[in-house]
């Protein structure tokens, strides 16, 4: 059609009907008002699609395409052989005539959705194919330009389309940098997990929940701790920070793979592996085969490995049993110049341990009763035993572990609550005798016992606030029960009962009584509700017995106190 000549505002018809575009504007920028976007990063693409040959060339050739950010990719003359084109240089902006032969517009943009939607459509149609406006805005065209389109027209329509993609790519940078930072988050959660897991600060039924949540199934038979300390082999050699980390990404990649192990830094050249099975002795084959690939990839560097062991456990509470055993093997294993792949805790003197002692004192005991706590604590082991380096290190890792438990039930953290815990490796291998064991138990105990007294009572404060609050919001519900509240403060029912009567001076049915009493006398002030009513609005199922712990706690009936407060 020659209308569709008339393309730019400043085209020149010749004699002949020959559309001529002799420096259309010397400087269209400056003449249509455009300021010119600078980029630093690459132009977007543009393709055209348009079968008439001197208005796709008008296009082409006088559109400051670089100026509005842009940089003209490739053309077609109609929608089927456009359609390779854009397969191979898939462009940010399509702009296709709507009508044309063999494949019209609205077809091609069908297609291009489909295939390619983060493509703008740019539509360019007459007045007399308007009807196809609806069409197009079903397919989600980004622009819709009535011929004649004007250089003003089409810049215009550009510079929307370039803010537009300016935008998107922001809005994807910003959304990879989140996504960035929730992984790294997500690993920072999942190590601080793990952390809590292997020294028992989280119970099982936690464990199994929060590890869900990161993605984590810890559900299985039995589970086992591997600790692998890198070391090199010289130690007169020279420290290569970037060898380093080459040696723990191959041992990384090589735990990564499995889907029943994970793993964690304990800190800059210890990993501590937690593997999860369902038959003990597989389970050892499975580590043992690990280990083995492990120590091959490693000798083939300057580095050795240090590896610590801990036994099967049946039951997820008792990771950190594995993780105590594999603790004290490797510190074993560093002072004997043992690799440690066969190292294995005597379980008959590890089993006389009470572990519970510790966590008694920590909960109960004071400062002046150490010394009676620390006899009592390792008379069972005897003389003999008391002589293993290995066993004194055992028990100090309980201690640690206990200690760590507590600090993390009362809120706190422990490297401010105790910080010597921060060089645990320098004190183990400087425990040698019984003496020195005990002087660095003291420590660590008297610190969390300071701690848990300047918590107590805070904890307990802002617990019972919890308590009473979750009591407001369900006061009504026939069946609250002792447990129901107990539950919202993570503890058992009996220990929330013997709390909660020494922190308000009543007990837990007394302060419910007194609630559901309250809010009955509001409404018998305040409405003409009937005693039956009530009951049944402040969590009596039985009208009568409401009657009677109304009179027990006011001295009236119900109706008698509507007619005493109505007077």
């Avoid at 296009?59 to 929608?79: H, L, M, P, Q």
């Avoid at 019209?104 to 493509?119: A, T, Y």
């Avoid at 793990?194 to 199994?208: D, F, Q, R």
């Avoid at 723990?248 to 937690?274: R, T």
Wanted: hydrophobic content about 40%; proline content about 3%; overall charge negative.
């Amino acid at each position: 059609m020659f209308t569709t000549l008339f393309l730019f505002a400043n085209i020149i018809v010749n004699d002949n009907g020959v559309s001529d575009f002799p420096n259309i504007i010397e400087n269209p920028m400056i003449e249509l008002g455009f300021q010119e976007r600078r980029r630093f990063d690459m132009p977007y693409k543009v393709f055209f699609v348009e079968d008439e040959i001197v208005t796709r060339e008008g296009i082409r050739d006088n559109v400051d395409w670089k100026a509005n950010g842009f940089e003209f990719s490739g053309e077609a003359t109609d929608g089927e052989m456009a359609l390779p084109l854009l397969q191979t240089i898939q462009p940010d902006v399509l702009i296709t005539d709507i009508k044309m032969p063999f494949m019209d517009g609205l077809q091609l943009s069908k297609i291009i959705r489909e295939r390619m939607p983060w493509v703008k459509i740019v539509i360019l149609s007459g007045h007399d194919e308007f009807e196809y406006a609806q069409q197009a805005i079903e397919l989600g065209v980004t622009e819709y330009l009535l011929k004649p389109v004007t250089i003003q027209n089409l810049h215009h329509a550009l510079q929307k389309i370039a803010a537009q993609l300016d935008r998107e790519k922001k809005e994807q940078e910003n959304l990879k940098k989140l996504q960035e930072q929730i992984e790294e988050n997500r690993t920072t959660l999942k190590e601080r997990f793990l952390l809590k897991l292997v020294v028992g600060a989280v119970s099982s039924t936690e464990a199994i929940e929060k590890g869900q949540l990161l993605g984590l199934d810890l559900i299985a038979r039995c589970y086992l701790v591997v600790i692998l300390k890198t070391e090199l082999r010289d130690r007169s050699e020279q420290f290569d920070y970037a060898e380093y980390q080459h040696v723990q990404q191959i041992v990384a990649g090589l735990v990564e793979s499995n889907p029943d192990i994970f793993w964690l830094k304990k800190d800059w050249e210890e990993l501590v592996l937690v593997m999860k099975g369902n038959i003990p002795e597989y389970l050892e084959e499975e580590r043992d085969l690990l280990l083995e690939r492990i120590k091959q990839e490693v000798q083939k560097t300057r580095y050795q490995l240090a590896i610590g062991i801990g036994t099967p456990q049946k039951r997820i509470a008792d990771i950190s049993k594995s993780f105590v055993e594999a603790l004290v093997s490797i510190q074993n294993a560093d002072n004997e110049n043992k690799n440690g792949l066969n190292q294995a805790v005597d379980r008959g003197e590890l089993l006389k341990v009470d572990k519970s002692a510790v966590e008694n004192y920590l909960r109960c005991g004071v400062k002046e009763d150490f010394d009676a706590f620390f006899d009592t604590f390792i008379r069972p082991l005897g003389e003999t035993a008391l002589k293993s380096y290995l066993l004194k290190n055992y028990i100090f890792v309980d201690v640690v572990l206990s200690t760590v438990k507590l600090i993390n039930e009362l809120g706190g953290e422990i490297d401010q609550v105790v910080p010597e815990l921060n060089s645990i490796e320098t004190i183990l291998a400087n425990i040698k005798t019984i003496e020195q064991l005990k002087e660095q138990t003291y420590k660590i105990l008297s610190s969390a016992l300071a701690f848990r007294d300047s918590q107590t009572n805070k904890q307990y404060t802002r617990m019972i606030q919890q308590a009473k609050e979750f009591i407001e919001r369900h006061y009504m519900e026939p069946d609250l029960s002792l447990s129901d509240v107990a539950s919202q403060v993570n503890l058992s029912s009996s220990h929330f009962s013997v709390v909660f009567s020494q922190e308000t001076c009543q007990t837990f049915k007394d302060h419910l009584t007194e609630i559901r009493i309250k809010k009955a006398k509001e409404l018998l002030r305040t409405t003409s509700l009937k005693a039956a009513d009530i009951a049944y609005q402040v969590g009596y199922n039985d009208p009568h017995y409401f009657s009677s712990a109304f009179k027990k706690n006011t001295g009236f009936s119900p109706i008698e106190f509507r007619l005493h407060t109505s007077s």
